[in-house]
C-alpha cells in the first residue's frame, strides 16, 4: 500500500503526533494518483478528509487503522480525479460534503469529464456546505483557513493551518494545495474553467504571501514548500 504517513511507515500517537502537532495522512488515490489528505486530531481523533478522489475502502481502512471519525469532506476543486469518492465517503460516514460555489457546475458535469477520460462516471452526492474565501474549518482543537485560489478551475481552494492552527500548535504551517501548486510546477489551466491570469494572481497574491517555511501538500505528487517553489518554481521566479 502505497501510503505515507508523515515520513513514517505507521503512524502512532507517540511517534510523530508530539512533534508535528497533528496527524497527517496521504494516500495517493486513483488512475491519476491524487493526494487525498486526511488530517486528525491527535487527541479527539475527529479527521477532515480532503480530495477523496477514488479508492474510499482504503481511505476507510486507515480511518479506521487510526480510529479518525470524519468531521468534514472538503474538495479542493471539482476535477473527477479528486471528486470521484465523495458520495461513497459521504454514505459511510455521514460527514458533510464541502466546495466552493464555483466549481459547482463542474461538479455536475461529472459526464463530460467522464468521457475525457474514457471512464464510467461516479456517484455524486449533494454539497452540504459552500466553502468561501476567509471561512475557518474547526474540528477536534484543529482550524484550517479556506483560501480561494481561482485558475487551475474557477472555484479552486486551498487550506491552510498556520502555526497556530486552533488550539493546536504546529511544528511548521502547513497548506493543502490541490492543483494550484506543485513541487517545480503549477497547476495545469487549459481544462474547464482553467485561466492562466487567475492562477498566477492566485499564486503571487495569495500563497506567496505565506511563510517561506509553509510545507505545501500538492494535489499530485511530492510535498514541497513556499520558500522552495518561491525561489525555484519556474512560474513563480522573474
Known sequence: MNVILREMDELTPAVGVEKQGFIHISIPVGMLQCNCSIIGDPVTREALVVDPGDEVSRILDLLGRHKLTVK????????????????KLHKYTGAPVMMHREDL????????????????????????????DG?????????????????HTPGSVSLYLPCEAGKITLAAPQLFAGDTLFAGSIGRTDLWGGSMKDILAS???????????????????????IGEERHTNPFLTP
Not at 468534514?72 to 458520495?87: E, M, N
Not at 499564486?203 to 514548500?225: A, F, Q, S
Open 135 to 151: 471561512d475557518a474549518l474547526q474540528w477536534g482543537s484543529l482550524e484550517a483557513q479556506v483560501i480561494h485560489t481561482p485558475g
Open 203 to 225: 499564486l503571487r497574491g495569495k500563497l506567496m504571501e505565506l511563510p517561506d517555511e509553509t510545507i505545501v501538500h500538492p494535489g499530485h505528487g511530492p510535498r514541497t514548500t
Open 72 to 87: 468534514a469532506i472538503v474538495s479542493t476543486h471539482a476535477h473527477i480525479d479528486h471528486v470521484g469518492g465523495l458520495s
Open 105 to 132: 457546475p463542474l461538479y455536475q458535469a461529472m459526464d463530460v469529464q467522464a468521457a475525457f477520460l474514457g471512464v464510467v462516471p461516479p456517484d455524486l452526492t449533494d454539497v452540504h456546505q459552500v466553502l468561501t
